[in-house]
């Protein structure tokens, strides 16, 4: 059974930095994209970076020179350094993980499985 677990999310003030990770389990393959998704109360859910098989990386403006993501495939996790935080990165986040090639990789992508979420929150 194909899963998807996200953590390191918390409080923590502005300006500080926090370490997502997503452990995927249940795939026979490395998958073609992975992502980190955002989704703040009452707002839609955005991606904020992606990451393909061959380690082409794409941010979201908002989050670029402050978030990093990396993957370690020999442990099958995905992170998302987050640095210099702001307010406004309060949210919920999501990792998702498409398996095979359907379009580049990012917004748009159909992702085959999502994470459960974690929070992030913010505070000044």
């Known amino acids: 059974q194909v899963q998807l677990v996200e953590s390191g999310g918390g409080s923590v003030q502005a300006g500080g930095s926090l370490r997502l990770s997503c452990e995927r389990s249940?795939?026979?393959?490395?998958?073609?994209?992975m992502s980190w998704f955002r989704q703040a109360p009452g707002k839609g859910r955005e991606v904020i970076a992606s990451i393909d098989i061959n380690d082409w990386i794409t941010y979201a403006d908002s989050v670029k020179g402050r978030f990093t993501i990396s993957k370690d495939n020999t442990n099958n996790t995905l992170y998302l350094q987050m640095n210099s935080l702001k307010l406004e990165d309060t949210a919920m986040y999501y990792c998702a993980v498409g398996r095979s090639w359907r379009g580049r990789c990012g917004p748009g992508y159909d992702y085959d499985n999502w994470g459960q979420g974690t929070q992030v929150t913010v505070s000044s």
């Open positions: 249940g795939y026979t393959t490395t998958p073609y994209c």
